[in-house]
């Protein structure tokens, strides 16, 4: 049970014991995001008056709700515990704080008096791009995104492109057709895929299986012409129309790239756009997006929803 510690000076240094517990969180961060999963990590950053933990305490809090570690219990975890919920979902850093002499609720026995400050980040895996197809884009692309910060995954049934001379730096590269390689891959939903390989028919393989994983982000590469052939190919073998939801393509923000180089900075801007959650309205280069925001406008006009998303998808003319 916790129980009320001796008053905390804002010059205390944790007790010996925590220096150990906070060794067992970072492990516990370090596998969280091996496993490519999120978290947050609530600390006690600022205390005053007698509080049922110390100065720099730290709790995990797992995306499945578990938790690691303690910053004292009672009614305050409990209530740090759903705030690191809701920024594992925001995955934005807050600060809360408590009145523990003030405010009633927290007279449970639990606590005798004090002041917290608390401060909770979020613990996000690194995100990985799987890039399908290794030719000239693909390549400018692996360089911006890993100067950005991501993991790196190719896929290519040609050796003599998917190989590591050509991408020193990937944490995997797959060589094999893409059916195998799809079995291989596990998908985390923090995954940003990008389709980009040589031809028609296999950009469709892969949006195929794409649109069935739970990666945050799916981009194919081409025109508005060959997003929508394909689209309609999908849809006819019995694909359900939701799952296009996450597909961009044209893939990138429009900035009007026309080189390799400038295609992939084109690509990296909307990956980073996407990690950040950017709030305010972009230029997207989708046909997918730009048909979506349309059907939102007409629904909005004629105040009642269409019959089908095929429906209120169709290019405009011109």
Sequence with gaps: MAHCSTPVSPFDFAISGSNNRAMEIYEEIVQ?????????????????????????????????????????????????W????????????????????????????????????IFIEPV????????????HVSVEVYKAARNAGFDIVVVDDRDTYANAERFPEARQVIADEFERAFESLKIADSAYIVIATRGHRDDLRVLRWAVTTQARYIGMIGSKRK????????????????????????????????????IAVSILAELVAVRRRAERD???????????????????AAEEPPASLDACCKPAKG
């Excluded at 007698?50 to 975890?77: H, N, Q, W, Y």
């Excluded at 996000?124 to 030719?135: D, E, K, Q, R, S």
């Excluded at 972009?282 to 909005?300: G, N």
Aim: aromatic share 6%; hydrophobic share 40%; charged share 25%.
């Design 82 to 117: 759903q705030a690191a919920r809701e920024v594992i979902e925001s995955e934005k850093p807050r600060t809360v704080s408590f009145d523990l002499n003030q405010d009633p609720k927290y007279d449970t026995g639990l606590v005798c008096g004090g002041t917290l400050e």
């Design 32 to 80: 969280l995001q091996r496993e490519g999963r999120r978290g947050a990590v609530a600390t006690i950053v600022n205390a005053r008056g007698s509080i049922p933990s110390f100065k720099s305490a730290k709790m995990l809090v797992r995306d499945d709700g578990t938790i690691a570690g303690t910053i004292g219990g009672g009614c305050v975890e409990a209530e740090v």
């Design 227 to 262: 997003a929508i052939t394909i689209y309609r190919e999908l849809l006819k073998e019995g694909l359900r129309p939701e799952l296009f939801d996450r597909v961009r393509s044209p893939i990138g923000l429009d900035i009007g790239a026309t080189t390799p180089e400038e």
């Design 282 to 300: 972009l230029p997207h280069m989708s046909w997918f997006q730009s048909a979506r925001r349309a059907a939102e406008t007409e629904i909005h």
């Design 124 to 135: 996000l895996p690194t995100p990985a791009v799987i890039l399908f197809g290794a030719g």
